[in-house]
């Protein structure tokens, strides 16, 4: 592979101002964050950039600090500083969860929250060498004309991987976004759209600079995911559930998936669990809701059947645990799920 | 394009020209001439290139040299100065946490790097560092037999 890696130019910008304008130069270039998605791509052939614009060394891109009643998470924070800071701990520690879920240890010292976010979709007719693919006559995501998932269809069914997104979507975040037009902060649901082949709402020449979290105070949440194996492997399905409990009932469910669809998405229709228990007819119609809205499709080696109904077995197991957990008192110390304080600069 | 990468290679200063597309790993094996970190995947699926980034353990396959200017990279070779083996080598060594050999670099400096954060891991925080280590050989219990042992013989 290493005969592969095709040449590039590496530039190291020190400010974002130098990193927009780098990339404004060069349309064939990309951002390069902890590169574990972008460099095995380009080995493959998956992306040829010329420059690679190394955005490691950005002041503003780094840090996460409690900025008035949100967490200000900067984009090239590493997932494994997510998973150890203090802040994180005690205001998102759904986002430490997810973090350690992420491959393994080394590639989470080099990956950042970003390129977690902004990580490209995922197929088994696509992440495989070029003489693989070629061999294969290609596909519509790239160089090619047929989708070999839905052959009948025109557009691809690749799947969004990334554990962070449902996670940080339950605690209703924001990314803060920089381009050549200047800022715009944007809920990250609509960062992603429907398209295995583009699937974010993104330009070209636009860097996400920060994930923004709203206090949460009340609720708890958490996240968990089933996979071929128990390390270094994307979500088959992952579930994020945040809820709110007052007394024998729910005062507010949040469920986001990851890892069935082009997209990572909120699940619709929770509130109408509000003012209800938990109980087992309530986890049978959140299990219908979730297996209609996913739409897993043959993008992996495991079936898509069984990736719809995981889904919705994690979603029924965490509701159930948190639910549970939501009438004890605060763990002291933090934890995984430990109910999120309300920020205080 | 090549220029000039200075870092601190097992505690050694060294400048050398690396083109902007080379990995830390094609730097290792081929400029500097230490082989024994391995290239497995080449591709961040199996651990064998393991090495540590000031301190942190990283693959090597997936870091581009050049992003490694000013910093101390530490191999396993760096662990055996004048060919002595470190304790953990030696655990390694006693306990049979190596067979066929071609993990043991990635399974050994994924191991320091969690010793030197928690110099008495529970098996628990042994098997989550080592979680993105692949051994086809062992099937794992010698090596956090072996990380054990090592912890324990701390003075
Ligand atoms: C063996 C293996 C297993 C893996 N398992 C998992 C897993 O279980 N779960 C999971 O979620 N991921 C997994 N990954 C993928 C990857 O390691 C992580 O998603 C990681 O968080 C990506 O972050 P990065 O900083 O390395 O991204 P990079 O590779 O640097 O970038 C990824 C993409 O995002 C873009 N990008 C990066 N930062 C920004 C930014 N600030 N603004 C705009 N665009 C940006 C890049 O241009 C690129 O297109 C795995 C990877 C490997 C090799
Ligand atoms: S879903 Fe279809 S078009 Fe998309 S990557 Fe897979 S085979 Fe290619
Ligand atoms: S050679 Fe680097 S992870 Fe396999
Ligand atoms: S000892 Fe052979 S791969 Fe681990």
Redesign the pocket.
Known sequence: MTAAMPGFRLVTPRSLAEALAARAADPLA????????????MARGL?EPETLID?GMIAE?AGIAVDGDRLRIG??T??ARLQADALVARHAPVLASAAA????PQ??T???????????TRCVFYNQSQWWRRANGFCLKREGTVCHVAPTGTRCHAAF????APAAMVLDASVE?AGPGGRRIAKLCELYRDDGAAP?C?GDE????ALHVPAASGWIADYA?S?VRGA????LA?VAVALRRSGDTLAGLRVAL?GTGSRPFRLAGTDAEIGHGVDDAALERLDKLVQKQVSPMRSTMTPAHYRRRVAAALTRRLVRRLFAEAAQPPMRGGGATAPQSEMKP | MKSILRLVLNGRTREDAVSDRSTLLDYLRAVAGLTGTKQGCD???CGACTVLLDDAPV?AC?TLARRCEGKRVETIEGLAPGGRLSRLQRAFHERLGTQCGFCTPGMIMASEALLRRNRNPSDAAIRDALS?NLCRCTGYVKIIESVKTSAAAEP
């Not at chain 1, 990309?30 to 791509?41: N, Y």
């Not at chain 1, 080099?110 to 490209?120: F, H, I, P, R, S």
């Not at chain 1, 991987?161 to 962070?164: K, N, R, T, V, Y």
Request: hydrophobic share 50%.
């Open positions: 990309r951002f390069l964050a902890g590169g574990t998605d972008l460099l095995p791509a992306v955005i891109l984009a090239a590493t997932l879920t992420v491959a393994g590639h989470r080099a990956a950042t929250v970003g390129g977690n976010l902004c990580l490209d991987s990334g554990d962070l976004i974010l993104l636009e860097l996400l600079v995911k996979r270094i492997d994307f979500p992952g990851t | 591709g961040g699926e693959l997936l993105g």
